[in-house]
């Protein structure tokens, strides 16, 4: 909340309750609301992603985005943040567990489906380079303007 009021942006916390807000953001104008749902990790584990549930992959309104934020183990560090729509996140989500479950397991079982799921940086391990590989995110980091109507948003 506190990069978003940095940068100009009205934030408050959602009420108790919301389910899938945890932000609510408007431009000074009042031209455009947004809800946001933040994520946060520290910098361990081995695939550098964020927890998610199988109600993510259907998660998806034009004004509503994740903040994912990565907090470094260094703590003068400041902490990454990538700011993408849920639409978007909605794909990843989907796409990625989609392929992960008609993929074999260890020995070459069946995989057994739950509600867990990953959002990663990097979806290579399972052949999704060409749309969710290395540097995907990269556009999204500190993309702080995606929350701005689209009139004001700078080149």
Known sequence: MSQLLRRGFIAALAPVGVPLADIIVTDTTGQRACAIQVKSRREIGSDNGWHMKQKHETVVGDSLFYVFV?????????????????????????TSHATWLS???????????????????????????????????????????LLRPVSHQLP
């Not at 990565?70 to 996140?89: E, G, H, L, M």
């Not at 867990?116 to 702080?144: A, C, I, Q, T, V």
């Open 103 to 145: 993929s074999p397991g260890r020995n070459g079982q069946i995989r057994k489906d739950g509600s867990f799921r990953r959002f990663l940086p990097d979806y290579s391990n399972l052949g999704l380079s060409d749309r969710f590989g290395p540097g995907w995110l990269e556009p999204y980091r500190d993309n702080w303007e």
């Open 70 to 94: 990565s907090f470094p183990n260094d703590q003068t560090k400041v902490p990454d943040a990538f700011i993408v729509p849920s639409r978007t996140v909605a794909e990843a989500v989907r």
